[in-house]
């Protein structure tokens, strides 16, 4: 049961940092004051590697930027591999 729980965390927390990587494509864009790299890429690593993958193919931010091309992919693995981990057998 508590599983559900944590994959409805999950969840919520990619959505989050989906909207985070849109914000700051839209600060980019209007020359405001920027999330930090560490900022993005450790919201990914903190299990919403999904998130910001869909923030990059969404918002086509960060997408030449050869950490970003490399860790969040890496992070989503890392969030699949935690997936696979509380996933009832």
Not at 11 to 20: G, K, M, Q
Not at 53 to 61: A, R
Request: hydrophobic letters at 55%; charged letters at 15%; proline letters at 2%.
């Amino acid at each position: 049961m508590i599983w559900q729980y944590l994959l409805l965390v999950m969840a919520a927390w990619n959505v989050i940092v989906l909207i985070l990587y849109g914000i700051d494509k839209w600060k980019a864009k209007h020359d405001r004051w920027r999330i930090s790299e560490a900022a993005l890429l450790g919201s990914a690593f903190c299990l919403g590697g999904a998130g910001a993958l869909l923030g990059m193919t969404v918002f086509h931010h960060k997408t030449k930027k050869w950490k970003f091309r490399i860790l969040v992919p890496l992070s989503v693995v890392l969030q699949a591999a935690v997936v696979y981990g509380i996933l009832p057998r």
